[in-house]
């Protein structure tokens, strides 16, 4: 791991529906998503304090691996517990975890993959259910900047709990916030979760594409 998480989560819609007994949410049946509504759907009422990504080649340095890759599956993410059992509570359903088929590294060692699969932990605000998530899951392409959480702990009192769905050995990413980026087939533009792509620093080439992003991390390496 080579940077420190932070991210935190607007939880004001969240705390609304609690305070009025329900938090259902509204998605569309499974398969007819489309990527910009995917993107939308974990971005909603969630918010990232991070410091960009200044260019391919920082991409490169800081991350522990790049990968372009196709979101198969998405379920549970990790979860965290305290001996005050409140704090576990308030990070709760925090993250869902991409299972994602890696059609090529772009950085990083091909060791750190296993069978073909890296298991990235995407940030989300605890209003947004994981089920919806998964059945909305459009199956797009992704470019993912990511960091190795294998052994990441937010603090020393802390236990950080697999997520059931990653099998034992396998190794935990986390999505750098602007290092993820989906698309799918038909679309002409790349979209991200809690990052845009006209925010990206100058140095970046303004890509539209994943096409253009990966071009550039490879340029880059």
């Known amino acids: 791991m080579r940077h420190k998480i932070t991210a935190s ?10 305070a009025c007994g329900t938090t259902a949410q509204q998605s569309a049946p499974e398969g007819t998503t489309t990527v910009e509504e995917f993107a939308a759907q974990l971005g909603r ?6 410091d960009p990504l200044a260019s391919p080649r920082q991409a490169v340095e800081k991350s522990d691996l790049i990968v372009r890759g196709t979101v198969e599956e998405v379920f549970d993410g990790i979860s965290t517990s305290y001996p005050d059992k409140q704090r576990g ?17 772009l950085s990083g060692p091909d060791a750190q993959i296993q069978g073909g699969t890296v298991y990235v932990q995407v940030a989300k605000a605890q209003s947004t259910p994981t089920d919806a998530v998964a059945k909305a899951n459009p199956k797009p392409s992704a470019v993912l900047v990511l960091d190795d959480i294998t052994d990441w702990k937010p603090a020393p009192d802390a236990t950080v709990h ?49 096409d253009d992003l990966a071009r550039a991390i490879e340029n880059a390496r």
């Open 162 to 210: 697999r997520p059931a769905g990653v099998p034992d050995g396998a190794r935990l990413y986390f999505a750098f916030t602007d290092g993820l980026w989906l698309q799918g087939a038909g679309d002409r533009a790349m979209v991200g979760t809690a990052a845009h792509r006209e925010d990206l620093a100058p140095d970046w080439g303004s890509p539209t594409g994943l």
């Open 45 to 50: 009422d969630y918010h990232a304090d991070y």
């Open 89 to 105: 509570a308030r990070s709760a359903g925090s993250y869902v975890t991409f299972r994602v088929s890696v059609d090529q590294v």
């Open 9 to 18: 989560v607007l939880v004001a819609a969240g705390a609304v529906l609690a």
